[in-house]
C-alpha cells in the first residue's frame, strides 16, 4: 500500500451493528454468560457483567459494544482452552 494511503488522516473506520446483533442473540448471549467457561473468565467480574448485560437488554444502556467483546472473549477461550490466572 502507498505511503500516501498510509498516512491519510481523513480515514474512517466504521462501527458493527453489536446492539442488533445482541437483541437478536439475547438467548445465545444469555447462555454464554451463564455458562461454566465464563466462569472461568477470572479478568471478568461475571456478576457486574450479567447486571451489564441486563441493563442493555432492558434499554437502560445505550452501548452494548463492551457487552459483544465479552461474549467473544468467553467464546475465544472455550474455543481454545484458554485459562486465566486469578
Request: hydrophobic content about 50%.
Amino acid at each position: 500500500v502507498p505511503d500516501e494511503v498510509l498516512d491519510r488522516r481523513d480515514k474512517l473506520g466504521y462501527t458493527t451493528p453489536q446492539t442488533r446483533w445482541l437483541s437478536t442473540l439475547a438467548p445465545w448471549v444469555d447462555g454464554v454468560l451463564a455458562s461454566e467457561a465464563a466462569r472461568h473468565v477470572a479478568p471478568l467480574a461475571l456478576p457486574a457483567v450479567e447486571a451489564e448485560w441486563a441493563a442493555v437488554k432492558a434499554g437502560r444502556r445505550p452501548s452494548a459494544a463492551h457487552v459483544w467483546r465479552w461474549v467473544n472473549l468467553i467464546r475465544w477461550a472455550e474455543r481454545f482452552g484458554v485459562r486465566f490466572s486469578t
